[in-house]
């Protein structure tokens, strides 16, 4: 009897499960599919390297297992509290609270069943993109296959059972511990528990103060490089400003319905005070769901930026593979021979590399800020130089663009972020001193050309001089840069660099396979964590919101009395709730459009000080991807909430 | 005088074929403009259907609603809204005032709705509370004022329009004696003073009594009508009383 009650009663009470059952199927999702990594034998293949990544996703799952376990608690007790009527009224009728905890339970677990099968199967196309990303930065190429692991299942489903079991466990004590009384008016003692925060002035300026100084330490940061601590103290400033800025808002709002012509228009009325009373309630927990987004986005952000990184790195190796040794008669040709025979080579270019012992450029280069992750490893700390007969033949190998020369000159060849400081330097010091010739500054150029390696042509700056200019220096070091047509595999590197163990060989697929596996240990559980958090801010978001639609019904009824249409209704309900679950993003935004930059060092500065934001290009690309993934994601939950608001308020 | 609401042999059932339950039985009455009508009823009498189907909350099952000489049956469901927006003003046993908004907000509700200029809108507002003694509790809320207090301002709100009908579902029901008094003698004198036209629909005979006019209800149809005339209050509410006791329903108290 009490069995088929129950069933019905899930099936009844689905509206009110609807947030429950999207938050665990992501969970099931993501569970699932960071558990395939761990066993995935396609994953291995592609990261051959005996690597940490099955540790740190089995410590973040236990993490999210965690964290799961409290939020499936959360959701449970608010479907307890929305339902403890009717549960009072079974107690009333002589059920044991036993078989009340029994019902729910066994209620619960039936749309557990239901949301397994839905996550699973989600986690499995889920796994496709963690694939398709771990492919990505591996540049393998991405084939989607149907693949399940049954290890992977089999973790999955214990996890979920530790959640079932945690949360039945709670819930059944909660129960067996409520009297009727306690039943009959729980969905009441909520709201009178509520208590509502009254903000006033200090309490307002003061964290919004914190918010400028912050700000203001990130724009300072960026023209003088302050310590980490200082930098980690801004960032503390501009989280606990978003509590500044709830108060702030509601305060502004506040003040604006004192202004008899704004309120009065446009129905203003009724959602401003709707949305001022909620705020008042919700503060510390908007402050709360606000500071998980920020941290969601950091995740994400980072996420991208270290699998950008893995590119960029790669780009700027400019030749396929490129070859280097300390004599000056050093004999490549069984290099060549080896991918000649294998049909790879497409073409290589010979040259020396040379250096007068002196630092100059090099010097200024080291002034700029390279950002915290770039790569600025090298074995030479003296400047290098190349004749303008190489320079022009590697431009024409490379595809770069002709450029022209005048005698007398000397070009700077330079990564993009030296380009300033050099440029500054060279106003300076337009004269080059060789031997007893002055040569005049000719130009500078900043496409790729390997100069960011522990081997390659400078350490981030390159000097190209005339052809007669060279016997004036010293040799460095002779490079052999080849492209090939088609990439080559790693073993094919390891049987290149076994001809001659005195040849450094730096090449793309080395480089990218070096970069990829150290971002993938980073990449992944940061994905992880921010989808993880996603999930829990807007659990919370909808919960909360929720938990006063019943007593919105009434409020909604009298409008339809007094002559709202129905329409203009549901425009009000929508930006009601577009306004609740949209404004905890803003703070988290806005930190992470001021303080990403800072946290990456990404930010670069010349000698005369102006701010040259790497944000403005391609941060802000990035930036977008990083919202619209967390929008994409927040939308699911806006859409599940006002969908169950419309139902309770607009019911017949 | 002119008849603002004419009820035609108005029919209402709810249930199935098989189990059909007759609220309203053959309905019929008018209500002249300027008129305090109570309607008198024990509970299940029909008082709150037959209210429900003059606001257009409800649909009657047969018969006729003209409201201001307007068919109710004929409105589109997407012109009911701005229908009772026009002509109706509520007043509800429960007062139904929204908790979030101030006394002040929510007499002004209305008028924000109708898009009414908000300086005229402030004007009004500001004049009707002075008018009804709530000018002191403008910017306090629902739920920092007395329960006459609330019923005041649903009143104002009610009337703040200036609407051809106000309805009034047992206003006196969550009031204590005193606020009850009150709130009826404020209802007699917007209706004196302001020629508001009132349709009050009550189990009370006392708060019947501040009518011109009380039609008894019961099981469905219409079984007496009582004139006050020339009577005083208190010799009205006594025959509403006899009147009670012959025709059962409430005992008097």
């Known amino acids: 009897m009490l069995r088929k009650l129950s069933q019905r009663n899930a099936k009844r009470q689905m509206l009110d499960y609807i947030i429950y059952i999207i938050t665990m199927i992501i969970t099931v999702a993501l569970l699932l599919s960071f558990n395939m990594v761990i066993f995935s034998e396609e994953v291995a293949v592609i990261v051959k390297e005996k690597s940490i990544l099955p540790f740190l996703i089995l410590m973040v799952s236990i993490l999210v297992v965690l964290i799961m376990s409290f939020l499936v608690k959360y959701i449970v007790m608010f479907i307890l509290k929305r339902r403890s009527r009717e549960f009072g009224l079974y107690m009333l009728l002589g059920i044991e609270n036993e ?49 399940v692991s049954t290890k992977a299942l089999v973790l999955t489903l214990i996890y979920m059972c530790v959640i079932l079991f945690w ?26 528990v509520k208590s509502k925060i009254r903000s006033n002035l200090f309490m307002t300026i003061f964290p919004m103060i914190q918010g400028v100084v912050g700000i203001a330490i990130i724009i300072l940061s960026a023209f003088k490089n302050l310590p980490e601590v200082v930098n980690t103290f801004a960032l503390v400033l501009l989280i606990i400003a978003t509590y500044g800025f709830f108060a702030f808002m509601l305060q502004y709002f506040l003040s604006r319905l004192k202004d008899v ?109 390279h950002g915290k992750f770039g790569f600025t490893i090298s074995r030479t700390n003296t400047d290098t130089y190349m004749s303008i007969n190489d320079y022009m033949n590697l431009r024409d190998m490379l595809g770069l663009p002709a450029i022209t020369f005048e005698d007398n000159t000397y070009i700077l060849h330079c990564t993009s972020e030296n380009v300033v400081p050099l440029k500054l330097y060279v106003e300076k010091n337009p ?62 590197i390891s049987d290149l660099t076994a001809f001659n163990a005195d040849v450094k060989i730096i090449s793309k697929t080395g480089i990218r396979n070096q970069s990829a596996s150290m971002a993938v240990y980073t990449v992944l559980p940061l994905f992880y964590i921010a989808f993880v958090f996603c999930a829990i801010a807007c659990t919370i978001l909808s919960v909360q919101i929720l938990s006063d639609a019943k007593k919105e019904f009434r409020d909604y009824q009298t409008l339809n009395y007094l002559g709202i249409e129905r329409k203009q209704q549901k425009r009000l309900l929508r930006n009601q709730i577009l306004l609740l679950y949209f404004l905890p993003a803003i703070p988290a935004i806005f930190i992470n459009i001021f303080a990403f930059p800072m946290m990456t060092g990404s930010v670069i500065r010349d000698a005369s000080g102006a701010l040259q934001m790497f944000f403005i290009v391609s941060g802000i690309k990035q930036e977008i991807v990083t919202i619209s993934l967390f929008l994409s994601f927040f939308v699911v939950y806006y859409i599940g909430t006002l969908f169950i608001y419309k139902k309770i308020i607009f019911k017949k | 005088m002119n008849t603002i609401l004419k009820v035609v042999d108005v029919e209402k059932y709810y249930g199935t074929k098989s189990n059909l339950k007759k609220a309203l039985d053959h309905i019929q009455f008018n209500v002249d403009a300027g008129e305090f009508v109570s309607i008198m009823g024990p509970s299940g009498s029909g008082k709150t259907t037959l209210l429900n189907c003059i606001s257009t909350i409800d649909m009657v099952s047969d018969g006729h609603i003209y409201l201001n000489e307007r068919d109710l049956a004929t409105l589109l469901p997407k012109e009911m809204a701005s229908f009772r927006r026009k002509n109706l003003g509520f007043i509800f046993q429960d007062f139904n005032l929204l908790d979030t908004l101030s006394i002040e907000e929510n007499i002004a509700l209305p008028l924000a709705i109708k898009n009414t200029p908000a300086k005229e809108t402030h004007r009004i507002v500001t004049s009707l509370m002075q008018r009804l003694g709530i000018d002191d509790i403008a910017t306090k809320f629902p739920s920092q004022v007395s329960g006459g207090q609330k019923q005041r301002c649903a009143c104002a709100r009610a009337f703040v329009n200036r609407p051809k009908l106000i309805l009034a579902d047992e206003p006196t029901g969550a009031l204590d004696s005193v606020s009850a008094k009150q709130l009826l003698e404020l209802l007699t004198e917007l209706n004196a003073q302001e020629k508001a036209t009132i349709l009050m629909v009550t189990h009370d005979p006392f708060s019947a009594s501040y009518g011109n006019r009380v039609l008894f209800l019961k099981d469905g149809h219409f079984n007496k009508e009582l004139q006050k005339k020339q009577m005083s209050r208190n010799e009205f509410y006594h025959s509403i009383l006899l009147e009670v006791s012959t025709f059962g329903g409430e005992e008097p108290c």
Not at chain 1, 111 to 128: H, K, S
Not at chain 1, 332 to 344: E, H, R
């Open chain 1, 99 to 147: 078989d009340i905890a029994k019902l729910f339970i066994r209620e619960n677990q039936s749309i557990y069943g239901g949301v397994l099968i839905v996550g699973l199967f989600l986690g499995i196309l889920f796994y496709q993109i963690i694939k398709a990303v771990i492919c990505r930065m591996y540049a393998v190429p991405f084939q989607f296959s149907f693949y």
């Open chain 1, 167 to 192: 949360v039945s466990k709670r819930t059944k004590k909660v129960i067996r511990q409520l009297n009727v009384r306690e039943l009959l008016y729980l969905d009441k003692s909520h709201s009178a």
């Open chain 1, 261 to 369: 012509k704004w309120k009065y228009s446009n129905n203003r009325i009724f959602v401003y005070r709707q949305l001022t009373e909620k705020m008042r309630c919700m503060l510390f927990l908007m402050v709360g769901v606000s500071v998980l987004i920020t941290l969601a986005l950091f995740f994400i952000n980072w996420g991208i930026y270290f699998s950008n990184k893995v590119d960029k790195r790669v780009e700027a190796v400019a030749f396929d593979i490129a070859l280097f040794e300390d004599d000056e008669y050093a004999d490549f040709s069984q290099y060549i021979s080896y991918l000649s025979k294998k049909n790879k080579l497409d073409n290589s270019y010979e040259y020396s590399l040379y250096t007068d012992f002196n630092n100059s450029f090099y010097q200024e280069t080291q002034k700029a800020v």
């Open chain 1, 431 to 492: 004269l080059l001193l060789l031997g007893n010739t002055q040569y005049q500054f000719g130009g500078i150029y900043c496409e790729d050309l390997l100069q960011q390696e522990l081997y390659g042509n400078g350490n981030g700056v390159l000097v190209i001089v005339p052809d007669n200019a060279i016997d004036t220096l010293n040799f460095q070091i002779q490079v052999l840069g080849i492209n090939t047509n088609s990439s080559l595999s790693l073993s094919e």
